[in-house]
């Protein structure tokens, strides 16, 4: 087994060690010269036996024929001393389901051998009649040995050599670097026969260390490379063999074999390493020569087809996504920026960032700190003053639904959730850019707190900053962005220079190209007075808008939107004045929507709002109410101050009609309707007032007589403020029907069918249930108990039922009779039949209270109270609206205040809409108020949050720590934010 290195120094450096014990002592190093696959291990060593466990590196498997070849190998270790081969026993096999592979072995300490093919060699011995004689140090062998040693060594360096070509050949076959390197780290192991191998190269500072290894993990591996190159990498005694990978280029980092600890290289060894290590160095020289030809190839190609996609472009937006692009491809980046000047802001402001292989990579988060500030449903705040700073974000908004659009009317891709700003005050980085038109590079460590702060958030380690300048003026930036650090040599190089400069300047001229083409654009498809879309872009939109909703089942609503009283404007003021408040009318209207919502201006005085996704009826009015308040607040017009107000129409998406003609036609419908009722107030598209159907009205029956028994009855509940002590001290029930194909319908649209039919009795006994059960889980939570106010109609007074009912409920939620007030509006007709005065004194028995609502309205007057027992009067809304600083205003709120406390009774006033209004009925005696002030008609689970969240903050007192917790849709405030529609709750009339 060891005869083939007879006369090497691998027989000479075994044999130096002295006797076979030794070699054995040595054993785990010596094997390495023979093994690859496997590892030896002396557990035990005596002058003539030993025992050795074997075992297997990790990711090989045991075979026997590894095992008959471990116990020839050890059999002949003896040998080399000139003794008898050595018996070997295998107590236990890993190839035959042992745990490893544990061997005896044992030898004659004195005695000579022959090998097995008894050939005369230096080892031969004779053996005499028990004697033994000891043969020649030295023998020569007879000629057929040397013939067969010869022609080994042949064989060895034909298979050596073949190895060598094969390499060779490997470098013109592929041109890929990874193939390349493992083919000549795999050769270089064969050739070197070592256990353990790896080759660590770098093409350049910037990129990663490269590995292929063997016999290592990967975490091994990596730790290992860090020590060969260092400068003088440890050789650990020899028993690791390093050369360089250097060619005449430039040194690229070593290749490395490694045998255990004590075991060393031979001569040979290391000139065969040194020759793959040569190999190394040249394939990474021609691979990287490819390389380089190919990245100039493509950075044409990329120049070249930037060139031709600036030629078709027609907006910004596709000029600076075209050299996103290109970017990466041109300068190796890993993701690339466009940011464009914004003159309004003051600000650059990007599109999406494209990463190298030319996707998109959005931004988390919006930057933006112009963005005017929004309720939870997302429309800005009407009532915050719209004539200092928030002025610049209207401008945006405005700005921003104008270049949503391109020259066909249709939207560009909107990235507004991926627009990244870097305000120029902010940045010194930018201001530098700006003066100086220098390339700079940037790294993560930059002193510009924001823009690090942004290099941080996206993972950039360095970027390269660009500015895009024409001959006068700054348009914006560029950057190339890289997730590790760059050489701050790079700008240094000409070529990568005149690339990047070429890039922006031909970004420039595009840039430059584009804006007029947009400007043109923006005047076929935009008012020339407001900035705002036309009724060609309306149309458009709405189109797109409308085959949106018909995909995903959505809705959604028009608002029409005319001045009242505009003429006069123009006439006393001039026409001038009355182009400034278009424009001012324009900004508030816009300032009320949210950001995907268009404003247009139809024409004079008309505007029309998309409301896409907005269909619940609250939302609709609150919106209504926000602009109505926004456009009562006075125009100043040069110098001169004008009040105007508007009327609103609204048509909702598919219940009102399934065109843009048809929505806008109906709500403009609406929009007359609010006209009538004497302007400044809004209407919805009713169908029961505006189309004759009568079928229609016929399925709406049949449809309620199902809307109980199908749960599709809601009920809101609308606050009581006591104004002295700041609690809530009651709420009204209102009912509203959640229809299944027509939405949310308002009392208005249902309560007078129902009251032509018993169904009426079977509703609002519905309601009186679910109002105490309501009250019963308040008082359960702590809350202190309310005033319950229900609205009652004729037919309830008249029915035995509803009585028991109302009274059952009572009883079965253990709550105080007085608690609950029922409310008489001008639909309740008094009869004096027994049967309904029985119904009325049985409830007044029983502690039920009445109170007239609407007070001081034609229908709802003095003349009821002869005929109920009245306990409370809710003066009417048109009475407290007129409320001012003035005392005539006030007259009739303390006539009425004080008639009531002269009967004994309590005053409620609806309707309250300002803090004004709130302070002169506390002035006046009116101690109680509902209204939009304090908090619009709210869910179960709102009032409960708004009970215990001011029941926490009484101590404070005041006003203000209601209105801070009542506007829980963020609508209701006491800052005034409420609209003005006249009522107190969503038509606590209508039920």
Same mark, same amino acid.
Do not use: C, H
């Given at each position: 087994m060891l005869r083939q290195y007879d006369g090497t120094e691998v027989a000479n450096l075994l044999r130096s060690l002295g006797s076979p014990k030794e070699v054995l002592q040595n054993v785990t190093a010596a094997a390495a010269k023979f093994f690859t696959v496997s590892t030896l291990e002396a557990l035990e060593v005596g002058d003539a036996h030993a025992i050795v466990r074997a075992a297997n590196r990790p990711g090989y498997q045991r075979d026997i024929s590894i095992c008959d070849f471990t116990k020839g190998l050890l059999s002949q270790v003896p040998v080399l001393f000139g003794l008898l081969p050595a018996t070997i026993i295998e107590s236990e096999c890993a190839a035959r389901g042992g745990r490893f592979c544990l061997y005896s072995v044992g030898w004659e300490e004195h005695q000579w051998s022959s090998f097995v093919d008894e050939r005369e060699s230096i080892y031969t011995m004779a053996w005499g009649s028990g004697n033994v004689d000891e043969a020649q140090a030295e023998v020569?062998?007879? *000629?057929? /040995?040397?013939?067969?040693?010869?022609?080994? @060594?042949?064989? @060895?360096?034909?298979?050596?050599l073949q190895d060598v070509y094969g390499t060779a050949a490997d470098l013109l076959a592929t041109d890929d670097l990874d193939s390349v390197l493992s083919n000549v780290t795999r050769r270089a192991a064969h050739a070197v026969n070592a256990p353990r191998y790896i080759l660590a190269v770098q093409l350049n500072p910037e990129q990663p260390i490269s590995l292929h290894h063997h016999g290592f993990t990967q975490q091994e591996a990596e730790a290992i490379a860090l020590e060969i190159l260092q400068p003088n990498p440890d050789t650990r005694g020899g028993s690791r063999l390093i050369a360089d990978v250097r060619s005449k280029r430039q040194y690229y980092g070593r290749i490395a074999a490694m045998y255990p600890e004590g075991s060393q290289f031979l001569e040979q060894e290391r000139e065969a390493l040194s020759v793959y290590a040569n190999y190394a160095a040249t394939a990474l020289d021609m691979v990287t020569a490819l390389d380089d030809a190919r990245r100039s190839n493509a950075t044409s190609s990329a120049l070249l087809e930037f060139s031709r996609n600036l030629a078709k472009t027609t907006t910004t937006y596709e000029v600076a996504k075209d050299l996103s692009l290109t970017v990466p491809r041109v300068l190796g980046s890993d993701t690339s920026s466009v940011l464009l000047w914004d003159e309004s802001s003051q600000s650059l402001r990007s599109i999406k960032? &494209?990463?190298?292989?030319?996707?998109? =990579?959005?931004? $988390?988060?919006?930057i933006n700190t112009t963005e005017p500030s929004q309720d939870s449903s997302g429309y800005a705040d009407a009532n915050a003053n719209i004539d200092t700073e928030d002025a610049i974000a209207t401008r945006d908004k405005m700005a921003s639904q104008a270049d949503r659009s391109d020259q066909n009317g249709t939207d560009s891709e909107d990235d507004s959730g991926d627009i990244l700003a870097i305000p120029i005050s902010a940045s010194p980085i930018v201001q530098k850019l700006m003066s100086s038109r220098d390339i700079i590079i940037v790294n993560n460590d930059t002193t510009d707190s924001y823009v690090r702060d942004i290099l941080e958030r996206y993972g950039i380690q360095s970027t390269l900053m660009a500015p895009i300048f024409t001959s006068d003026k700054f348009l914006g930036i560029v950057t190339a962005?890289?997730?590790?650090?760059? $050489?701050?040599?790079?700008?240094?190089?000409?070529?990568?220079?005149?690339? &990047?400069?070429?890039?922006?300047?031909? =970004?420039?001229?595009s840039l430059e190209n584009a804006n007029l083409l947009q400007q043109v654009s923006h005047m076929a498809w935009h008012d020339a007075l407001t900035g705002l879309p036309n009724r060609r872009l309306l149309e458009d939109r709405a189109g797109q808008a409308l085959v949106q909703a018909s995909r995903s089942g959505e809705t959604l609503s028009m608002f029409f939107v005319d001045l009242d009283h505009f003429k006069e404007v123009n006439d006393i003021l001039g026409h001038a004045s009355g182009d400034e408040l278009i424009r *001012?009318? =324009?900004?508030?209207?816009?300032? =009320?929507?949210?950001?995907?919502?268009?404003v247009a201006r139809l024409g004079g005085d008309e505007f029309a709002i998309l409301l896409p996704g907005l269909s619940d009826n609250d939302a609709i009015e609150a919106l209504a109410h926000r602009m109505l308040t926004s456009l009562s607040k006075p125009f100043m017009l040069y110098g001169q101050e004008a009040y105007v107000t508007g009327s609103i129409g609204i048509a909702i998406y598919p219940r009102d009609g399934n065109t843009y003609d048809e929505l806008l036609s109906r709500a403009d419908s609406a929009m007359y309707r609010s006209k009538g009722l004497g302007r400044n107030t809004f209407q919805v598209f009713d169908i029961s007032i505006d189309q004759t159907n009568s079928s229609d009205a016929m399925q709406l029956e049949r449809d309620l007589h199902k809307a109980l028994e199908n749960? @599709?009855?809601?009920?809101?509940?609308?606050?009581? #403020? $006591?104004l002295e002590t700041a609690k809530v001290v009651g709420v009204e029930s209102l009912v509203r029907w959640r229809h299944p194909t027509r939405g949310l319908l308002e009392p208005a649209s249902f309560i007078e069918m129902a009251e032509e039919t018993?169904?009426?009795? *079977?509703?609002?006994?519905?309601v009186v249930k679910e109002t105490c059960k309501q009250a019963r889980r308040w008082q359960d939570i702590g809350i202190p108990p309310l005033q319950l106010a229900i609205n009652v109609s004729t037919r309830d007074l008249l029915s035995q039922e509803y009585v028991e009912n109302l009274l059952a409920a009572v009883e079965e939620h253990d709550l105080n009779p007085s608690l609950v007030e029922l409310e008489l509006t001008e639909r309740v007709v008094f009869d004096d039949s027994s049967t309904m005065r029985d119904n009325v004194d049985r409830l007044q028995k029983a502690g039920v209270r009445f109170s007239?609502?609407?007070?001081?309205?034609?229908?709802?007057?003095?003349?009821?109270?002869?005929?109920?027992? &009245?306990? /409370?009067?809710? #003066?009417?809304?048109?009475?407290? @609206?007129?409320l001012g600083p003035d005392d005539q205003s006030q007259t009739i709120i303390q006539a009425i205040t004080g008639m009531a406390k002269d009967l004994g009774m309590s005053c409620v006033a609806e309707g309250v809409e300002t803090s004004t209004q709130s302070r002169v009925l506390l002035q006046r005696g009116c101690t109680t108020a509902q209204g939009f002030f304090f908090s619009p008609p709210l869910m179960s689970a709102d009032v409960e949050r708004m009970l215990i969240s001011t029941a926490t903050a009484q101590d404070a007192g005041g006003l203000g720590e209601i209105g801070s917790s009542a506007g829980l849709d963020g609508s209701a405030g006491l800052d005034g934010s409420a609209g003005l529609d006249g009522s107190s709750g969503v038509g606590t009339a209508n039920r």
């Open positions: 020569e062998a007879d *000629e057929s /040995t040397q013939i067969s040693m010869l022609n080994a @060594q042949v064989q @060895q360096l034909t298979e050596r960032r &494209i990463t190298s292989d030319g996707q998109l =990579a959005g931004y $988390d988060e919006s962005n890289f997730k590790s650090n760059i $050489d701050p040599n790079l700008l240094s190089n000409r070529e990568l220079r005149e690339r &990047i400069i070429a890039l922006s300047d031909q =970004a420039a001229i *001012e009318v =324009a900004a508030r209207l816009t300032r =009320a929507v949210r950001q995907q919502d268009t749960n @599709q009855l809601f009920i809101l509940y609308q606050p009581f #403020i $006591d018993d169904l009426i009795v *079977e509703i609002d006994s519905w007239i609502d609407d007070f001081g309205t034609g229908a709802s007057g003095l003349d009821r109270f002869g005929t109920f027992p &009245i306990s /409370t009067l809710k #003066i009417d809304r048109s009475f407290v @609206q007129v």
